[in-house]
């Protein structure tokens, strides 16, 4: 079965961190750019991070910069985002995505085609 899984989410204190993991089974991520998305109730699914096939190169959206940092794990098949100084504001279901590229970071969810369930991130004030 190919899937992408999240975990690491959680309840969290604002000023909190969370490292969020990306795990790859039945579908390669390796040799492809890997991107996270977050979606709120009620609100559009909204960019965050992507990183290139060789970790070499990132994108953050303006919102997360300085504060989240998006990595691949050696073994290829895993991705992490590093979320530090969580805010209330930061609360989102954050989901993985495998793009179609290996290169293409721009935040367009249409350049990604398989994507995790999600994992609920929240922030307490």
């Known amino acids: 079965q190919m899937q992408l899984v999240e975990s690491g989410g959680g309840l969290v204190q604002a000023g909190g961190s969370l490292r969020l993991s990306c795990e790859a089974s039945?579908?390669?991520?390796?040799?492809?750019?890997v991107g996270w998305f977050r979606q709120d109730p009620g609100k559009e699914r909204e960019f965050v991070a992507a990183i290139n096939w060789s970790g070499r190169n990132t994108n953050y959206a303006d919102s997360v910069k300085g504060r989240f940092t998006i990595s691949r794990g050696n073994a290829g098949n895993t991705v992490y985002l590093q979320i530090d100084s969580l805010k209330p504001e930061d609360t989102a279901v954050y989901y993985c995505?495998?793009?179609?590229?290996?290169?293409?970071?721009?935040?367009?969810?249409?350049?990604?085609?398989?994507w995790g369930q999600g994992t609920q991130v929240t922030v307490s004030s």
């Open positions: 039945g579908i390669l991520l390796g040799g492809y750019a």
């Open positions: 995505a495998r793009g179609k590229y290996n290169s293409d970071l721009r935040p367009l969810s249409g350049n990604f085609d398989y």
